[in-house]
Antibody
Framework: EVQLLESGGGLIQPGGSLRLSCAAS????????MSWVRQAPGKGLEWVSV????????YYADSVKGRFTISRDNSKNTLYLQVNSLRGEDTAVYYC?????????????WGQGTMVTVSS | AIRMTQSPSSFSASTGDRVTITCRAS??????LVWYQQKPGKAPKLLIY???TLQSGVPSRFSGSGSGTDFTLTISGLQSEDFATYYC?????????FGQGTKVEIK
């Protein structure tokens, strides 16, 4: 079964850091671009970042550029998102998502999400 | 960034209705458009990509059309399991952007 499983979320104070992880199974992880998408409580979807299949290319939303870093370990079938300098507006469910074959930026598989709450 | 605007933001419909949701891009995105369905507490589900290509396993009552700046998602014969929020997303360029969502409620 194709599956993505996020972890690493939690309650964190403003200015703090977390590392989110996304464990992939059931497909050849190293062949697909991967993204992070977030959703604030009661709000819509916001794309955060993408990384190419090899890890050689990354892109970020302006709202997180310079604070978040996406990475992957293809030997461990795991995607990461290092989130630093957290702000209240970063409070959201963070989903990892797999790109459709030949369309890196349309997402056919999503994880269940991990909640990040930024609050003092 | 390309702005994606959906209309309406919400509406009520009955089982069996034919419903249409519109998504407009602030600039041309060719056919680089995706539609997702999301139910409360769940991750989004891919319905359509490349504006009109049905994702494997998605019922044929869902269809998409459009190119350039104007797109539509049509559900022909609304079923009870279709009451959800629908999002469009462009993948023409970074940053990827989503519409604000359209919530389809039961009348």
């Amino acid at each position: 079964e194709v599956q993505l499983l996020e972890s690493g979320g939690g309650l964190i104070q403003p200015g703090g850091s977390l590392r989110l992880s996304c464990a992939a199974s059931g497909f050849t992880f190293s062949s697909y671009a991967m993204s992070w998408v977030r959703q604030a409580p009661g709000k819509g979807l916001e794309w955060v970042s993408v990384i190419s299949d090899s890890g050689g290319r990354t892109y970020y939303a302006d709202s997180v550029k310079g604070r978040f870093t996406i990475s992957r370990d293809n030997s461990k079938n795991t995607l990461y998102l290092q989130v630093n300098s957290l702000r209240g507006e970063d409070t959201a469910v963070y989903y990892c998502a797999k790109g459709v074959v030949v369309i890196d930026d349309a997402f056919d598989i999503w994880g269940q999400g991990t909640m990040v709450t930024v609050s003092s | 960034a390309i702005r994606m605007t959906q209309s309406p933001s919400s509406f009520s419909a009955s089982t069996g209705d034919r419903v249409t949701i519109t998504c407009r891009a602030s600039q041309s995105i060719s056919s680089y458009l995706v539609w997702y369905q999301q139910k409360p507490g769940k991750a989004p589900k891919l319905l359509i990509y490349a504006a009109s290509t049905l994702q494997s396993g998605v019922p044929s009552r869902f269809s998409g059309s459009g190119s350039g700046t104007d797109f539509t998602l049509t559900i022909s014969g609304l079923q009870s399991e279709d009451f959800a929020t629908y999002y469009c997303q462009q993948y023409y360029t970074y940053p990827l952007t989503f519409g604000q969502g359209t919530k389809v409620e039961i009348k």
